[in-house]
């Protein structure tokens, strides 16, 4: 027998949620359906517990700058190591239930904990049930990417589905990938004192593709722990169980592997073919992102599964987006917002808007400031690092900015929402900076672009504005 | 023997220095006149110390975090309190020394190091010399309050002129003021061992006006230190070479007194009288903020010795301009800044914008959120505190903001920035919020306000801009 719907939401993560929330609004006759550990990637194995291990290390780190300010004793304070991951264990259990305390814990029959496959347009298999649904939201996220071959070296390899469960902290660590979870957790466990090696094919990290800024990125971070870049990482079975991990010349035993080569979109046990839905040649679906939709079909893709943004707030937008597009009979599209990529190392790197890689070189102006003279970076003992902007000379308009900056995440929110208002170089100038403040550093950088751009005025100190 | 000149600037503080820059660019024919200790208020006896005693207190304080996150042994952290006062005069030595190398240290007989007192309109008397001026830009700076009874305890009565030169950090320490200037010191004496009681006679602190904020931080600051609001401090000679201190019923002994019940304008003995200025009933001349001139006459006065904004940034706008203007045949109107006041007391204190005592109750919506489960704060174990924004009933522009806040500097930023674009609570929650950040908090009071306003489409989450 066939259970009839309006709409069938595939995925009881972050995305998945956010699109039951504005189809409950809209229809009392749907399905969420997930087979796998509830709770979302973010708060389980992602987002969250990530955090509070950077929160961990970087407090114990702090313990070198304590001697020259007159505090004693920085030396003696040791790690716990099987505390260390109680307490990310801990805080990561309590977001977990806070998700699922607001979702799927007082759902009746709505939700079907059982994987979906499709069987034709339309038709879905759950465990015994069969569901008619005249939409489908794919929210189904992604998992970590292994090779087969390494899957055999058992639980030494881990994953970010596994690394938080670690009862103790391993002596020693390869992290294969440098991207955002990588650089995240490389650091952070090499700060707790874990002996971390870290190895990518790419000759930049975090996805930096502003060389100057990769470039201090590479040596701030490479002064914590060794960066082997270029170069593609082998593991091999070594004595007493360790593991050997090679990159070209180089070569370190370990204990365990943390493999953060990127992650594959949970699509293929869907059957999607059956569905009418062509992957294309990075295995998803082509889809509208302005309205989720994958081609003319009734199904809607949204969050880590479309392959595009892996972050929590564009999964927000994407689940809201394809949850009402799903009940609307024609999709409405919505804007999307202002690209902004924070990986939370020390200092963190954040990308805002569009990346150099993307700017034409002959209509873009760029200017850059570091940190090694910044008052208030200075009186932190942070003052390392490197701001760029990127402006348009014609309009001089602000279209990007690559960093590597204490506290550039905040850095980050305020030239993300200066570029979503199409703010000029001259307008951000002549906008308060306090001081002593990290925002100070984006003073000169502004400046520069501003006599760049031919907007500074000729009378008067650009950051006034004559009445 | 007069000397002739175009530009007088009496003051070679922050504002003095930056109204130098703007007169050079005009005309070699000035001189600056400073009889006092250089390195401006900021670097020597302001911002810059202060923060610097703030950073060391918050790595302190930050131990009681650790046992939770699986660090050991942080109850072993001492303070060595003569390498606490090393270190900040070091830092601000460093800071001192970068303000003089930029400015009066390679000055011929431009610089004047007198004080200058006026004898008619346009004629000063600066030690030996007569300058006769076409224009003199007043920046004089302020002076912390005493009542000349508490002078007569000596050197256990402390002001920011005194306190950073202490070699030891005191037993005990009553702070008489909880301004800026006392929160911030206060506290951080209190965080580094030092046992500090505060008194005010407001019935508030951090001059915070909405009654919600003041609430939370007079119970979040209190919980570190004694506060003692509303009532006047007394201060008497007590045994063993100490000193009472009382506010109505509750009294205390102390080795020294923080007195920071603000500053007075450095204006009395340069006799303004004589050059034809009139003090108003603050004993400040009235002046315009766009242009920095005193009446129609030919002086400019800017920076703290106006009463103001006893800020940098507005001290740098005001020094330019009146540096400009001194220099104009017509002086020049200029735009001044959205205000922004932050206390670096920890959470920060910070006010954005208009104050809500300014606002009509019937046409502003106010709404508000506390950090007690915001995600990130939990993570940093510093989810206390409360945001309160305010906005304008029929347009939904974003109008003011109080708040006590962990990393409110930054939000303050964000929200400055906003009001300055004129933006509505709509555009506001339409702007990217990554995850997990501080700026987070602002969500919900965005929706709330939203949604109040009247603004909030009827289809769509609010957040979401349908193209």
Redesign the interface.
């Known amino acids: 027998m066939e259970r009839k719907v309006d709409v069938a939401i595939i995925g009881a993560g972050s995305a998945g949620l956010y699109a039951l929330a504005?189809v409950r609004r809209r229809t009392k006759n749907f399905v969420l359906i997930d087979g796998g550990e509830l709770g979302t990637t973010?708060a389980r194995v992602g987002?969250?517990p990530s955090?509070?291990l950077i929160?961990?290390a970087e407090?114990?780190h702090?313990r070198a700058?304590?001697g020259?300010?007159?505090?004693?004793?920085?030396d003696?304070?040791?790690?716990?190591?099987?505390?260390?991951?109680?307490?990310v264990q801990d805080?990561r259990d309590?977001?977990v239930d806070?998700v699922l305390s607001h979702s799927t814990d007082e759902m009746g029959d709505e939700f079907i904990p059982e994987y979906a496959r499709f069987l034709e347009p339309g038709l879905l298999q759950a465990g015994e049930q069969r569901i008619r649904a005249r939409s489908v939201v794919i929210a189904t996220g992604s998992t970590p990417v292994v090779p087969p071959a390494w899957r055999d070296f058992g639980d030494r390899i881990l994953t970010t589905d596994e690394v938080f469960e670690l009862e103790d902290l391993p002596a020693s660590l390869a992290v294969i990938g440098l991207g955002v979870i990588g650089l995240e957790l490389g650091q952070a466990f090499s700060r707790l004192g874990v002996e971390v090696t870290g190895v990518d094919q790419l000759e930049t990290i975090g996805r930096l593709d502003d060389p100057e800024v990769a470039a201090s990125a590479i040596q701030l971070i490479g002064k914590e722990f060794p960066l082997w870049l270029g170069e593609a990482a082998a593991i091999e079975e070594a004595e007493d169980g360790r593991l050997r991990v090679s990159a070209g010349e180089r070569s370190v035993l370990v204990d365990k592997v943390l493999v953060s080569a990127g992650r594959r979109p949970n699509l293929e046990s869907l059957d999607p073919a059956r569905a009418g839905i062509e992957l294309n040649a990075d295995g998803v679906p082509d889809y509208d992102p302005?309205t989720m939709q994958i081609g003319e079909l009734p199904v809607f893709i949204a969050g880590d599964v479309n392959g595009d943004l892996p972050?929590?707030?564009e999964a927000g937008?994407e689940g809201?987006?394809a949850g009402?597009n799903a009940c609307s009979d024609t999709p409405?599209?919505?804007?999307r917002?202002?690209p902004?990529y924070?990986t939370f190392c020390d200092p963190n790197i954040v990308q805002v808007g569009a990346r150099l890689s993307e700017l034409d070189e002959a209509t873009t102006l760029v200017a850059g400031a570091n940190f090694a003279?910044l008052?208030?970076a200075?009186?932190?003992?942070r003052n390392k690092g490197l701001v760029r902007l990127y402006a348009d000379r014609a309009s001089g308009r602000l279209l990007g900015a690559s960093m590597v900056a204490p506290?550039g995440?905040?850095l980050?929110?305020?030239l993300?929402?200066?570029i979503?208002?199409r703010?000029t170089v001259l307008q951000m100038l002549?906008?308060?900076?306090?001081?002593?403040?990290?925002?100070e550093i984006l003073q000169p950088v502004l400046r520069e672009l501003v006599v760049k751009s031919g907007l500074a005025p000729e009378d008067?100190?650009p950051?006034?504005?004559?009445?």
């Open positions: 504005q973010c987002c969250m955090k509070v929160q961990i407090d114990y702090r700058q304590l020259r300010e007159g505090i004693e004793g920085g003696q304070l040791r790690v716990s190591g099987p505390e260390v991951m109680e307490h805080l309590i977001f806070k302005n972050l929590l707030h937008d809201r987006i009402i409405v599209a919505f804007r917002k202002t902004l924070i003279m008052g208030r200075l009186i932190m003992g506290q995440e905040h980050g929110h305020l993300n929402w200066s979503e208002q703010l002549r906008m308060p900076f306090y001081h002593p403040v990290i925002e008067y100190p950051d006034l504005e004559p009445l």
